[in-house]
Every structure is written in C-alpha cells, then in structure tokens.
C-alpha cells in the first residue's frame, strides 16, 4: 500500500513538472529594445507571437495611452512633435560647456486626444530635470505652435542634454510625446 502511495506521488509530480516544463516551452520571456532603449519589464513571446504591454508600447513610442474601461477600449495617440532648438537666429544641436540662451520652437500636428496642457523640459546627462515652460491649452487644437520664452541654462557637465515635449491629456498626467538632443562639449 506504501508503494501505491509512492507512486500515484511520484506520478502526480511527474505531470506536474511535465507540464511546467511544456508551459515554459510555449511562453517564453524576451528582451525588447525600442531605440536602443531596452524596455524594462521585456516581452513574451507565445506560439512565435511577440506581446507587450500597452503602456511599455506607448511609453517606449512617446505615445500617449488611454484606458477607457466603461468601453473597454485602448486608445494610443501619437502626436507628430517638431522640435528646433535656436539662439538668435541660429539653429543648433551642439553647444559648448557653460551659459548659453536659447528657444526652443515646437510644431505639434495630429493631437487627436483632449489635451490640458503642454510643457517643455531639459534632462542634463545625469538625469536631472528641469522644467522650461508649460502652456494651458483654453480648447482643443490638433495641431498648433509653441515656441518657448528664451532660456538661459548652464551647461556644467559635457554630454547629452535632452529636451522633452510632454502632453498632459484631460484628467490625466503628463506624457513624454517627443524629445529633441542638445550636445555639449
């Protein structure tokens, strides 16, 4: 009677096993880089099908995510952002090391979601953010211009600087929609 015990035991553990075994098979964790940026939580692959998550996509597209639960519906919106970055009335993209002034000229098109307002930031090379301007938008525009109040900002540290257009959709948060590199030197 042990014996019998023993092995519907070993039995029941075999299949278990057999089955994560074959379920690991199917499902299968791998690495998604967007940009050359790798996307934090990855992605699955399931019967030769890549998924990822809605709000990685979104977030690793610039795009702006919305969950409306009453439908049961995603909406994804990516607005075309222009951004030029200009002293006086030159163009740039590398500066040298120190105080420099600049605008910065935003064309935004196809802003198919609600929108609160937009703000403009810089990201020095350590991370640090510092917010430039944010404009209230009063009523619904799909496409429009914004252009900055002249900035004076301390590049200290050699390396990449970023500037970021952020969207903040009705009731929401601020989403990163598009970004622009400044390089110091």
Same mark, same amino acid.
């Given at each position: 009677?042990?014996? %019998? %015990?023993? /092995?519907?035991? #070993?039995?029941?553990? @075999?299949? /278990?096993?057999?089955?994560?075994?074959? #379920?690991? @098979?199917?499902?299968?964790?791998?690495? /998604?880089?967007?940009?050359?940026?790798?996307? @934090?939580?990855?992605?699955?692959?399931?019967?030769?099908?890549?998924?990822?998550?809605?709000?990685?996509?979104?977030?690793?597209?610039? #795009?702006?995510?919305?969950?409306?639960?009453? #439908?049961?519906?995603?909406?994804?919106?990516?607005?075309?952002?222009?951004?030029?970055?200009? @002293?006086?009335?030159?163009?740039?993209?590398?500066?040298?090391?120190?105080?420099?002034?600049?605008?910065?000229?935003?064309?935004?098109?196809?802003?198919?979601?609600?929108?609160?307002?937009?703000?403009?930031?810089?990201?020095?090379?350590?991370?640090?953010?510092?917010?430039?301007?944010?404009?209230?938008?009063?009523?619904?525009?799909?496409?429009?211009?914004?252009?900055?109040?002249?900035?004076?900002?301390?590049?200290?540290?050699?390396?990449?600087?970023?500037?970021?257009?952020?969207?903040?959709?009705?009731?929401?948060?601020?989403?990163?929609?598009?970004?622009?590199?400044?390089?110091?030197?």
């Amino acid at each position: 009677m042990k014996a %019998r %015990r023993v /092995m519907v035991v #070993a039995l029941a553990l @075999s299949l /278990m096993g057999g089955s994560v075994i074959f #379920a690991d @098979s199917i499902t299968q964790k791998i690495k /998604m880089v967007f940009n050359g940026e790798e996307v @934090s939580d990855g992605a699955v692959m399931i019967d030769g099908k890549t998924y990822l998550s809605v709000s990685q996509a979104g977030e690793a597209l610039k #795009a702006i995510v919305e969950w409306d639960d009453n #439908a049961k519906k995603v909406t994804v919106n990516k607005p075309n952002v222009h951004m030029l970055t200009f @002293s006086g009335k030159d163009i740039f993209g590398v500066v040298k090391r120190g105080e420099f002034k600049f605008n910065v000229l935003c064309s935004v098109d196809n802003l198919k979601v609600a929108a609160d307002a937009v703000k403009v930031s810089i990201i020095d090379p350590a991370g640090k953010v510092k917010d430039i301007q944010e404009l209230d938008l009063k009523e619904r525009k799909e496409y429009f211009m914004f252009q900055t109040q002249e900035l004076t900002y301390d590049f200290k540290a050699a390396g990449k600087y970023t500037i970021a257009f952020f969207v903040k959709p009705s009731g929401g948060d601020y989403t990163r929609v598009a970004e622009k590199e400044i390089t110091a030197i």
